[in-house]
């Protein structure tokens, strides 16, 4: 009988640790990266937009490399994106082809500018291409393009409610705005945030105010999103906002120091999640395949943003620890980039199922960018 | 990765003395002149468990290349199963025991102290917070078992509080488990 009562102690202990060590804590793998392999990373990635840029400015949206097929396709909030990405890099020649293919496709009415063409103009274009076109301001001081933001950043305002709700789409044909997007709403908030900083007090401050509050209080409730928005450009919004001339009420910090502690959770479960994803055996059970590369590019630059909002407020410690996370991204993107194959519409890119896509190039950019800035420069990273 | 705050020690300082579980214990400790000495035993041993497990926890974490907040996730779910275990399971028995004061070895130490819970929860205040907090706990744990042990009466409360230990783990558990998951 006291054998019994030991040997169920001992078979507790051993179902306990089997099932935490197996289930739960799997190995998360984040080798060690230095910053000239991230920079390589970004220069090939760098290179494959270079490459696959067609003559008007638009990108090869979409790749098959088992077959080496052109998938067709496009997206403007992705081309936007795109632009955005290569500013960031420091390839302005590229990405003012970029620029010019976006501003071959404004459609222009009530005194505002959108991105697009058709029957819809979704948000997502505009806000990306004012962030893009204000990283280009920020890095040059080239005043060319500032009436073009502000007729962007026009459309952007228009489609804001008073409640900070953005939509997503405007119908020129019914003269109607409808729907939302999480990501274009952050991306929203982004864009009258940089506009903000780069023209304090033109009118860009209160509704990106209005949306940021929104986003921070309401919006994951108001729209029924869940899990929880990872929230990668409102990262960025909030990092903008904390270099405002005039600088943000406490009130307002307070709040955004809230959110971007929910941000850090969320952003790092996905980070200890995916880096415990080999793509095979027990892994593949439990955890599934790798995640799409600019799914995890997005984790990368949001922490990005986040770093550099705690380097800002003086929370180098906070800051430290977003690294360690932001090195584990950006160790797992270079592991899974494509270098060496001959084909340069797969050479520098990242794929997912044989496929590549434009924004598979661009959220791991920003995300590679954001660990060289702030790995090279320590604090809070540019 | 420590991710040091008060909030979080506490709770992982209380999740470490809940997993001790003393008045649920108090159940298991031979009668006297034994009572009092088996409880010390118990108790010198939960601590000296502690001590190793936070001695080696960071270092264990490492091996397993599991971060501190992804174990928090595995050691709030054991902590949380041998809470719902303390809550419905019946009080443990004196026997079968070793005898006399070594009863504070079998069945006193182990398996009722140095359980899968205390481990768990052990682990993860160290690899957070240091040795001090998981450490510390258990030395209150013991501490009480042998207060507790001093008493004969009253079983019925005692066992009470020990279901209510129990349902503390619970949500002890659970917490961390949470903060686990919404952690960088």
Redesign the interface.
């Known amino acids: 009988?006291?054998a019994?009562?030991?040997a169920?102690?001992?078979a507790?202990?051993l179902?306990?640790?089997t099932?935490?060590?197996v289930?739960?804590?799997?190995?998360?793998?984040c080798p060690a990266i230095t910053v000239t392999e991230a920079q390589n990373g970004i220069d090939a990635a760098v290179r494959w937009l270079e490459v696959n840029q067609h003559p008007n400015g638009g990108w090869q949206y979409r790749y098959n490399r088992a077959t080496r097929t052109d998938l067709g396709g496009y997206n403007y909030a992705r081309h936007s994106g795109a632009v955005l990405a290569l500013y960031q890099a420091g390839d302005r020649t590229t990405a003012d082809r970029g620029v010019s293919f976006a501003l071959d496709r404004l459609h222009r009415e009530h005194g505002w500018a959108a991105f697009g063409t058709g029957n819809s103009f979704d948000v997502g274009a505009s806000a990306l291409l004012v962030a893009a076109l204000g990283q280009r301001r920020l890095d040059t001081g080239d005043p060319k393009y500032d009436q073009v933001m502000a007729d962007l950043g026009h459309f952007l305002v228009s489609m804001t409610e008073p409640d900070g709700k953005v939509q997503a789409d405007w119908r020129p044909s019914t003269q109607t705005a409808s729907g939302t997007l999480a990501f274009y709403t952050g991306e929203a908030w982004f864009a009258l945030s940089r506009l903000e900083r780069l023209f304090p007090d033109q009118g860009w401050r209160e509704p990106a105010e209005r949306i940021g509050r929104y986003v921070m209080k309401r919006r994951d409730d108001a729209e029924n999103i869940y899990p929880p928005t990872s929230d990668h450009w409102g990262s960025y919004a909030m990092d903008e906002t904390l270099h405002w001339k005039t600088a943000p009420s406490a009130e307002l910090v307070q709040m955004m120091d809230g959110y971007v502690k929910?941000l850090?959770?969320?952003?790092?479960?996905q980070t200890?999640f995916e880096s415990?994803r080999t793509g095979k055996g027990l892994s593949l059970l439990l955890r599934g395949h790798p995640t799409l590369p600019a799914g995890l590019g997005t984790i990368g630059e949001g922490m990005g943003a986040l770093a550099r909002y705690e380097g800002t407020r003086g929370r180098t410690d906070e800051q430290a620890?977003?690294m360690?996370?932001i090195s584990c991204v950006n160790a797992r993107l270079l592991a899974r980039q494509v270098t060496g194959t001959g084909d340069p519409h797969a050479d520098g890119a990242w794929f997912h199922s044989d496929v590549t896509q434009v924004d598979d190039q661009q959220h791991p950019v920003e995300s590679l960018v954001a660990y060289v800035h702030l790995a090279s420069r320590g604090s809070n990273g540019g | 990765?420590a991710?040091f705050n008060a909030a979080s020690a506490l709770v992982e300082g209380l999740a470490v003395l809940a997993a001790t579980n003393p008045p649920r214990v108090w159940s298991a400790l031979p009668p006297r002149p034994d009572r009092v000495p088996g409880a010390g035993v118990g108790a010198a041993i939960v601590v000296g468990a502690a001590l190793v497990l936070a001695a080696v926890a960071s270092a264990l974490l490492d091996l397993?290349?599991?971060?501190a907040?992804?174990?928090r996730?595995?050691?709030g779910?054991?902590i949380a199963?041998v809470g719902v275990h303390d809550l419905i399971a019946g009080a443990p028995k004196p026997?079968?025991?070793?005898r006399g004061w070594r009863a504070g070895l079998?069945?006193i130490a182990?398996?009722l102290l140095v359980?899968?819970a205390l481990?768990?929860a052990a682990l993860t205040a160290s690899a957070d917070h240091g040795m001090v907090t998981a450490v510390g706990a258990a030395a209150i744990g013991g501490a009480a078992l042998v207060a507790l042990a001093t008493l004969t009466e009253p079983a019925r409360v005692l066992r009470g509080a020990g279901r209510i230990v129990g349902a503390a783990l619970v949500i002890l558990g659970i917490a961390l488990a949470v903060d686990g998951?919404?952690?960088?």
């Open positions: 009988m006291l019994r009562r030991i169920l102690g001992v507790a202990w179902v306990a640790a099932g935490v060590v289930l739960v804590a799997r190995p998360e793998d929910r850090v959770g969320i952003f790092g479960v200890r415990q620890k977003i360690t996370r | 990765m991710d397993l290349d599991v971060s907040s992804t174990f996730i595995g050691a779910i054991v199963v026997e079968p025991a070793l079998i069945p182990f398996p359980n899968p481990g768990a998951v919404f952690s960088l």
